[in-house]
């Protein structure tokens, strides 16, 4: 359990803690222990129903502040608690979150002072479930916890046990020190380094799906929807960084305040990459670029004289390893490898065959992990040989803030700027 307060910032993280109905509301207050171990300030807001399992005098009593269930209450000290309470914090913590709760939050339902605060709030939010196994199956809750994860809520899933009403399965609370550890870890990762951190660094991105064209009307291509990509210009730019997608096919819009080129082919994506990276400190190649095309594009649409047909396929060219290749001073390469099996010694084998600085792999055949999925699991390898980095099923555009966190650790450690070097970054 990573209860060690130099986890954290040094300034005290303010962490509002949300309780909703359920019988692991008393667990709690051992979260919150460990959170106030851990060096965190908690405040402490409850759902009427909540109230019913544990008395707000129990959380009053051990964080030492009013607590806030009803803001309408004559005994409220604040008359606009849902905005002091959710904009003054560092993180929003909701355990136990019932099925209830957790619609709400899904569908924006503001009707008691925590789903308020959950609209009011600026804050990270991490939930953690939990309830009956029949309702955390149900597709209801999946759907609005898939809502909540593409809203960039983290959540921290239920144990397997037996539950209170004798059901074995999943939805038991979270054990309260996994959620202590999971709140620091959001902390930290929040606590003010991603503000600028990427400034001076001109990102060049690929991103989507190549088509390889077969006659005028059809291609070769695959499912990536851009997604990930998106998600890692719209974090970079948002850190900073100058921003430059080469876009394939991609299904999702794309952000603003970035720059994009679209690049249909592999071919048409190579040229476009390598115009741009010179002006380029990092890339990362996040398209899925089809490795063969057909020998033959026909100028006119192919009719359907035969009874079968064969295409001859070949190779495109490597864009990945072109760029790793090209060995620009200071240039940090990083790459995806999509795999269906031995996911991480294929991982490791492309990132040292393609001598790249790391190399973000995933396993494909997951649900809900790789293409056209809101949410993503990876693990980051990366050439300074680092202990892997596992980043749990998560929103997309989380997994591209923690991926950005490790460019700005390699760029501090393996490749660092002088600092007399014209648009270098501080390293300091
Ligand atoms: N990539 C690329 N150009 C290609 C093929 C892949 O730039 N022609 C990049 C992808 O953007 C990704 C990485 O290489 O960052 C790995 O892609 P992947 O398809 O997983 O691996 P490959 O190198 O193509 O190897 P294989 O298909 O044999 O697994």
């Known amino acids: 359990m ?21 019988i692991a509301a008393y ?7 460990g959170l106030q171990t851990a060096g965190c300030a908690v405040r402490v807001a409850m759902t009427k129903r909540a109230c019913e399992f544990v008395q707000p005098l129990t959380f ?25 309470f959710s904009q003054t914090v560092d993180l929003f913590l909701v355990a136990p979150a019932t099925a209830n709760i957790i619609a709400k939050f899904a569908n924006g339902v503001a009707d008691d002072f925590l ?41 921290i899933d239920p144990d397997e046990g037996e539950m209170a009403c004798g059901t074995v399965g999943p939805g ?55 997604r990930m990509g998106f998600a890692i210009a719209e974090a970079a730019s948002r850190r900073g960084a100058r921003v430059t997608v080469i876009a394939g096919a991609t ?45 033959q594009h026909s100028l006119q649409k192919i009719k359907k004289t035969s009874s079968s047909m064969s ?46 600085d790391a190399i973000i792999a995933n396993d494909v055949t997951r649900e809900g992990v790789g293409f056209d999925t809101v949410t993503n699991e990876v693990t980051i390898l990366s050439r300074d040989s680092q202990a892997p980095i596992h980043v749990p099923l998560i929103a997309k555009t989380n997994v591209a803030d923690i991926i950005l966190d490790e460019v700005v650790r390699l760029r501090l450690r393996v490749k660092p700027f002088s600092l007399s070097e014209p648009g270098a970054v501080a390293t300091g």
Do not use: C
């Not at 667990?27 to 222990?33: N, T």
């Not at 804050?123 to 809502?147: D, F, G, S, Y």
């Open 172 to 226: 038991r609370l979270s054990q309260p020190e996994k959620i202590v550890a999971a709140a620091l870890e959001i902390l930290r990762s929040a606590g003010g380094k991603r503000t600028n951190d990427l400034a001076g660094e001109h990102l060049l991105l690929t991103v989507g799906a190549t088509r390889e064209a077969i006659d005028p009307v059809r291609f070769l291509s695959n499912n990536s929807s851009g």
């Open 311 to 356: 295409l001859e396929l070949e190779r495109t060219p490597d864009i990945l390893q072109a760029v790793a290749s090209a060995e620009q001073d200071k240039l940090l390469v990083l790459g995806f490898a999509a795999e269906t099996e031995n996911v991480l010694a294929n991982a490791r084998e492309k990132l040292q065959r393609k001598s790249l």
């Open 115 to 155: 789903t308020t605060t959950y609209l009011a709030s600026n804050a990270p939010v991490l939930i953690a479930p939990a309830m009956n196994t029949t309702m955390w199956h149900h597709p209801a809750t999946q759907r609005n916890l898939e809502v909540l994860r593409s809203d960039g809520v983290y959540i």
């Open 251 to 295: 299904a999702v819009a794309a952000p603003v305040n970035i720059s994009m080129i679209r690049a249909y082919s592999a071919e048409e994506m190579y040229a476009a990459v390598m115009k741009h990276l010179p002006e380029a400190s990092i890339f990362i190649g996040a398209a899925a670029v089809a490795d063969y095309r057909p020998v």
């Open 60 to 84: 009053r009593a051990l964080s030492g502040a009013h607590v806030i269930v009803d803001d309408y209450a004559p005994d409220n000290p604040d008359p606009i608690a849902h905005i002091t």
């Open 2 to 22: 990573a209860q060690d307060s130099q986890d954290i910032p040094s300034v005290t993280p303010k962490v509002a803690l949300g309780i909703s109905g359920g």
């Open 27 to 33: 667990k709690a207050a051992e979260v919150l222990r």
